[in-house]
């Protein structure tokens, strides 16, 4: 140890020559910053993502909390009086006071709601308490079975912003497993495996998925899975996951393919770590910031698959709703004579808007995790 140098634990040196002293107090003055924490700064900075941050916050907060809110139900029907409503401020009620005090709670939930969960009944109930049979009136009209298209629209994001985050994270796991293994691996085997990921390119997944929809929809297969809880839309999340991870592990081998070289990896194998602590320990949390910024860009590619699909009457069933499902009855009642618009515009904008936000706030986490762009 240099003479007149405290140890690191002491506040200042107890003696020593003054240039040693200037030197330790500029040093205690340098403060180091983290790679989140310098990232979180950076993108503060870029106003658009973090409004669209903001946005999908609440968008999320909205969704979970939809039960809470004074909305109509978004399953109730009524042809002879509230069919195609343009978008009013008239009056409504929910409709449990019309119900039998003697029928139970929940029987007259179900006929409002489409079999909500225990934390959504819990939920509901809170809402009966709070706003009792009051409701928003139907600010973005109805539709062609009498149904509130706001209440549906908040329903909706719930099944579109699930399917995003669900099918994308069994993306993430499968993709970047599987890119690590043969970016690590290299020769025979990382061949092997890209080639097996070049063949699966080659397929067009819109046909494997409506195959296996189409299967699963068969009503041996439907009440065989029924039995062990697994319902349709939970194998529909899981379809649209497993065929999303083709690019993630590309994008992944050739990240660790660069890395798997570097000094902290040459570190860990003189120490004796072991290839999977390599792999999942070392080399994965070192590719996140590249599978960060690319979550959120397959978080909307998948939630426009779901909207195609739904559109083409293949994802999600009614009574579930879902964003593509609204824009698929929106455009079947659009004819030469009656155009509804609200019926497309309202749920077509929920849907671009959070798409858009997706994006900008990729491309603001890509810049921010960029160690070159950090003077720009």
């Not at 669209?52 to 999320?60: E, G, P």
């Not at 698959?305 to 455009?331: M, R, Y």
């Amino acid at each position: 140890m240099v003479s007149g140098i405290s140890p690191p634990d002491a506040d200042v040196p107890q003696s020593g020559d003054a240039r040693y002293r200037a030197l330790w107090d500029e040093a205690r003055r340098v403060k180091g910053v983290s790679l989140g924490r310098d990232a979180w700064r950076r993108l503060r900075r870029n106003i658009v993502a973090m409004a669209a941050l903001v946005y999908l916050v609440l968008l999320a907060l909205a969704a979970f909390f939809t039960p809470l809110m004074p909305l109509q139900s978004p399953i109730r029907q009524d042809l002879e009086h509230r069919q195609f409503l343009a978008p009013s401020r008239e009056p409504i009620t929910l409709g449990l006071a019309a119900s039998s005090d003697e029928e139970p709670f929940d029987d007259r939930v179900q006929a409002l709601w489409h079999r909500p969960g225990w934390l959504d009944r819990q939920m509901i109930r809170a809402r009966v308490w709070l706003w009792g049979d009051r409701c928003l009136p139907s600010y973005c009209g109805t539709d062609h079975l009498g149904r509130d298209i706001l209440a549906r629209l908040f329903w909706g994001a719930r099944v579109s912003l699930v399917v995003g985050l669900v099918a994308t994270l069994v993306s993430l796991t499968i993709g970047v497993a599987y890119g690590a293994i043969a970016g690590y691996a290299g020769g025979a085997v990382d061949n092997l495996m890209m080639r097996l990921v070049d063949i699966l390119y080659s397929i067009p997944f819109i046909f494997v998925v409506i195959f296996l929809i189409t299967i699963l929809n068969e009503d041996a297969i439907k009440a065989r899975l029924e039995q062990y809880h697994i319902s349709q839309i939970t194998i529909f999340y899981l379809v649209i996951g497993a065929i999303y991870w083709l690019t993630m592990a590309r994008v992944v081998r050739g990240q660790v393919i660069s890395l798997k070289h570097e000094q902290f990896i040459e570190a860990a194998r003189t120490i004796g770590a072991g290839r999977a602590r390599i792999v999942f320990v070392h080399l994965v949390p070192n590719v996140l910031s590249v599978v960060i910024v690319y979550l959120t860009l397959t978080i909307p590619a998948v939630m426009l698959f779901e909207a195609f699909l739904s559109f083409l009457g293949l994802g999600v069933s009614p009574p579930n709703v879902s964003w593509g499902l609204l824009a698929n009855d929106g455009i079947k009642v659009i004819t030469p004579v009656r155009i509804y618009w609200w019926l497309v515009l309202f749920p077509g904008a929920a849907l671009a808007l959070t798409l858009f936000a997706l994006n900008f706030l990729g491309d603001g986490l890509r810049d921010a995790l960029d160690p070159r762009m950090k003077h720009r």
